[in-house]
């Protein structure tokens, strides 16, 4: 089955932990992405990717670190997660230019304590 | 100004009837564009695409686009229950970047 994959479905941290979200597709698709989701702002980009080892700064980057060491996968670092980084988390994938829209992944619920 | 912005909503309407969604975009250049739809709980699904000027049907959704007014819509009819769920417009602000809407949260009432 097509599809793209994140681990963890919810987490709960103390501000300042490490903490490293998975995200896997198994569709080859060139393009991933990170987004958050808060009450009223909707979908923000946080980081993307055009291929590996290509990434660049989204709306939101701030706090968060990404990379791209192979095609499919592309994992979101919190280096040290602070409370306004508590958010749900979505992973997603497209084959590439802006003639396709993206698949989700199902969401990490994040919760900094 | 943001990129993309919905009705906030909520919109309530009758199980059969149309429910009528709209979103404007600030990026003239955009070129690209899409309704999502996203079950309380659920991630996002693409349900429409859109790219040229017109309407767009498919099933009981009708897309449509006015690049020169910089407006996409989307139309629900013989709406039913279970497309009580928040609808995210979606527009490519570059090749790499899509920007969504906060979403218009619809209710059909039975």
Known sequence: ?113 | QKEVEQNSGPLSVPEGAIASLNCTYSDRVSQSFFWYRQYSGKSPELIMSIYSNGDKEDGRFTAQLNKASQYVSLLIRDSQPSDSATYLCAVYANDYKLSFGAGTTVTVRA
């Open chain 1, 1 to 113: 089955e097509a599809q793209v994959t994140q681990n963890p479905r919810y987490l709960i941290t103390v501000t300042g932990k490490k903490l490293t979200v998975t995200c896997s597709q198994n569709m080859n698709h060139e393009y991933m992405s990170w987004y958050r989701q808060d009450p009223g702002l909707g979908l923000r980009q946080i980081y993307y990717s055009m291929n590996v080892e290509v990434t660049d700064k989204g709306d939101v980057p701030e706090g968060y670190k990404v990379s791209r060491k192979e095609k499919r996968n592309f994992p979101l670092i919190l280096e040290s997660p602070s409370p306004n980084q508590t958010s749900l988390y979505f992973c997603a994938s497209s084959p590439g230019t802006s003639s396709y829209g993206y698949t989700f992944g199902s969401g990490t619920r994040l919760t900094v304590v």
